[in-house]
């Protein structure tokens, strides 16, 4: 099936989302802001909520959910699980492992060896070198069981509904933290639906279209939102320790109905994909991953050099907009080169030999 050019550049606003959060937030406790002057945190929950990264993680995985299965649905369910799982390994590894060594080698916290060593594996969900790689875990873990589901959806569909729920249980049976695999089979069940929905052509009506945009915006929102809302948060704190449930991963859910209709609707509207069609979006959407796996690591070199050089400016909003900007400057090229030098030749690599797998 050729690829969906729009889908991509999707990946790569997420991308850019999540990176945005991870840039701005800082801020607020390096320049010392006194958080307790209504302005400042005014300001520190609008920003959050604006670039919710956290919450664009949700969206990663039903977008994954949709891509892997896609091919499986359009050939009745007849998949080579070797070249499959070969290939997810090819694409999530070797970026992470260079990634993994260089933020061990040259920038280790106090990390031991047998850490490391967990860190390698992907099963370590608290990663200090690499944070943000608790969604590759989740990527692989669930990568490997998604095919069986999906035939057990091509069997019967109102199967689904079914995984929906027990993915619900199964997170609040374990009651761990945000990263626990099982919770987020949930967004992968959401992409089995948009592939099928993709290819059954079933474009979203009008009046669920009206319903959907608040929706998408309260999903994305209310997690960081509720930060204004202490009362409120408080009861929902409770009532998520009343479910033995983790309080943020409450709001991993919800987000994924958001991400589920953001997809929808792209997919239902050709005008939308117009839109993400354009060259620069697509680009973006190519290196997410580099974005996404490289970024922590590079504020982690440049940031307080960055901040530095620029503090004779001696205005908070023109420094941190200079920052962010050489920031994502230094990201998007070097996820660029990654991209070339990395992902490119591994891909291409996994298409070449796995294929006969």
């Known amino acids: 099936m050729k690829r969906l050019l729009y889908l991509d550049s999707l990946r790569g606003i997420a991308a850019l989302i999540v990176v945005l959060f991870h840039l701005i937030d800082p801020f607020f406790s390096y320049y010392s802001f006194n958080l307790s002057d209504s302005s400042i945190n005014l300001a520190k929950v609008l920003t959050r909520t604006l670039f919710n990264g956290t919450d664009w993680v949700s969206f990663f995985f039903v977008l994954s959910g949709l891509s892997l299965s896609l091919s499986i649905i359009k050939n009745g369910g007849i998949i080579n699980y070797k070249a499959y799982f ?32 967990s860190q390698l594996l992907l099963v370590n969900f608290k990663n200090n070198l690499v944070p943000q790689s608790w969604s590759l875990s989740v990527e692989l873990i669930i990568s490997f069981i998604l095919p069986f589901l999906v035939l057990i959806f091509l069997n019967n569909k109102k199967s689904i509904s079914y995984f929906l729920f027990v993915s619900l249980l199964l997170f609040n ?65 409770v009532f998520t320790d009343f479910l033995n449930m983790d309080y943020h991963q409450l709001f991993f859910f919800i987000s994924a ?6 997809i929808y609707i ?12 354009n060259k620069i979006l697509i680009y973006s959407g190519k290196i997410s991953f580099s974005v996404y796996l490289t970024h922590f690591l590079l504020n982690k070199v440049f940031y307080r050099e960055i901040v530095f050089f620029i503090k004779p400016v001696n205005n908070v909003f023109i420094e941190s907009g200079l920052s962010i900007f050489i920031q994502l400057t230094i990201i998007f090229t070097v996820s660029s080169l990654t991209y070339i030098l990395v992902e490119k030749p591994f891909i291409n690599i996994s298409k070449k030999f796995l294929i006969k797998v």
Do not use: C, M, T
């Open 257 to 262: 109905i958001g991400s589920f209709f953001i």
């Open 266 to 277: 792209a997919i239902s509207s050709n005008y939308i994909q117009l839109i993400l069609s």
């Open 173 to 237: 049976s374990i009651g761990q933290s945000q990263s626990s695999a099982s919770g987020f089979i949930f967004h992968f069940v959401l992409g089995i639906i948009l592939a099928d929905v993709l290819l059954q052509k079933k474009l979203i009506d009008k009046k669920i279209f009206l319903i959907a945009i608040p929706l998408i915006f309260f999903s994305f929102s209310v997690r960081w939102g509720l930060d204004l809302f202490p009362n409120i948060k408080y009861y929902i704190q």
């Open 86 to 117: 070969l290939r997810r390994l090819f694409r999530i590894v070797p970026l992470y492992f260079l990634v993994l060594f260089v933020s061990f080698f040259f920038f280790n916290e106090n990390v031991s060896y047998f850490q490391f060593f």
